[in-house]
């Protein structure tokens, strides 16, 4: 009997910039950047994915995104569209499952586990979710299957922006152990470093060191 959770992490696409794409549609195909104003020292909250090749990326110093990306659209943030649209896509969930964990306005966990809906596959029902999204919002979303939140997290990034990932549990194992350990949940840039500077570059090295040793080296979580 298979007991392995069903869990579905759902991430939506540049979120902001995105919506200010599809609500002004002069914007689209252009690098939008949305955040604080470059010149008052803010910060960027999303960046379209036509800015990013140009290394800018979120919590970024905006007057850094500026002298980066020149041309780029900078807007402030309407948050009040972002919850009203966010309260849309939640109730979307809603149709799927009443587990439903939201991490922020863009994203969420579903725990899709004992749903009798198509076929209780946790892989159509994230696709299904996916495309209902686009349909009714006009926007696109990342979806990852796993059975723990860990990976479900993951997956949904390995194919953005509008893609879908699963992660078995027999491929978890293999998963975790190529994974950069940067990519580890509570790993920051000065531990990453440190660990960098120890050998530990990924899941396979993380584990390979003996629990003690890492205690000593790193103290408690």
Known sequence: MNTARKIIHIDMDAFYAA??????????????????????????ATASYEARPFGIHSAMPAATARRLCPHAVFLRPRF????????????????????IEPLSLDEAYLDVTDSTLLHNSASLIAQDILQTIQRETRLSASAGVSYN??????????NKPNGFYLITPEQGPAFVEQLPIGKFHGIGKKTEAKMQQLGIRTGADLKNWPLERLLQTFGKV
């Open 19 to 44: 919506v200010e794409q599809r609500d002004r549609p002069e914007l689209r195909g252009k690098p939008v950047i949305v955040g604080g104003a470059p010149d008052k020292r803010g910060v960027v």
């Open 149 to 158: 939140k860990f990976l479900a997290k993951l997956a949904s990034e390995v």
């Open 80 to 99: 009040e569209v972002y919850r009203q649209v966010s309260r849309q896509i939640r109730a979307i969930f809603q149709r799927y499952t009443e587990q």
